[in-house]
Structures are given as C-alpha cells and as structure tokens.
C-alpha cells in the first residue's frame, strides 16, 4: 500500500501543499505584523522551492520511479525526519524603511496571499482526485 501512496504525483503534490500551506501562515503573520514597528516581513522563495522540487522529481525519475521523494536542504527549506517541510525564512522586501522602521509592502503581501491560496488549492483538488481514482479502483468501480 505504500508504494500506492508514493506513485505518481501525489508525492510531489503533498510537498507542494506543505509548502504552500506554511508559507500561507508566514504570510499571514506578515500581515498581522504590517504595523508593528520594527517588524521585517519575511518570506521564503517560491521559485528556490520550486527548483527544489523540480530537482527530487528528477531524481526519483532516474530511479525508475521508486522510493520517496527526498527534498534536498536549501538555506530556505529543511526537511524533518519523517520528510515534511520545514520553513527557514529571511527578510524580504524593499529596502526603503517606513518611519516606524517597517519594511511594509501591502500590495505584495496581498498578491502573494491570492497567489499561494490559489497554489494551495489547485494541489489540494488535483491530490483529491488522484484518492478519488484510487477509491474508486479499490471498490471496483472503475
């Protein structure tokens, strides 16, 4: 049963909701924070998780599509030892302070809060399919 669980995209669709649903937290936090003075928004890069990710699908592809789907550790992404995502943010934005020394951005925070929800969404709706078609084929009703 767990070589069914790891075929396919459903690996590569798990670590994606992972990652869109921590980075969705940690844009909620910066949002909370947009008046706080001092507070630096933090943010971690899509496109190096992307890369990322890109790169463990690659390499389970060169071993005939067996085993895990290992995340290599960047200087964003670490991973636990059960193979979730953990999150290591750094400041982001301009480097233009407002007076209160906040590196505020609203228009970006709320774009980049739409465009994750929408990443997060469509993994979650493509990953509910994929269990669909596998219910389906287990009660024979294919």
């Given amino acids: 049963m767990s070589e069914i669980g790891s075929a396919?995209?459903?690996?590569?669709?798990?670590?994606l909701m992972s990652f869109a649903g921590q980075r969705q937290r940690l844009i909620a936090h910066n949002i909370a924070n947009i008046s706080t003075p001092n507070f630096r928004q933090m943010d971690v890069?899509?496109?190096?998780?992307?890369?990322?990710?890109?790169?463990?699908?690659?390499?389970?592809?060169?071993?005939?599509g067996a085993g895990e789907l290992e995340i290599q550790e960047t200087s964003e992404l670490a991973v636990d030892a059960h193979g979730g995502l953990?999150?290591?943010p750094g400041t982001t934005?301009?480097?233009?302070?407002?007076h209160d020394r906040?590196?505020?951005?609203?228009e970006t925070l709320m774009k980049d809060?739409?465009?994750?929800?929408?990443?997060?969404?469509?993994?979650?709706?493509l990953l509910r399919s994929?269990?669909?078609?596998?219910?389906?084929?287990?009660?024979?009703?294919?």
């Fill in 8 to 15: 396919g995209a459903v690996p590569a669709l798990e670590k």
């Fill in 45 to 64: 890069s899509v496109s190096g998780f992307q890369q990322a990710l890109g790169q463990a699908i690659d390499r389970k592809r060169e071993r005939g």
């Fill in 86 to 88: 953990i999150l290591r």
């Fill in 93 to 98: 934005g301009p480097g233009v302070l407002a």
């Fill in 102 to 106: 906040n590196n505020r951005d609203l």
């Fill in 113 to 125: 809060l739409v465009e994750n929800a929408a990443t997060f969404r469509l993994a979650s709706d």
């Fill in 130 to 142: 994929r269990f669909e078609i596998l219910r389906s084929a287990i009660a024979e009703r294919v």
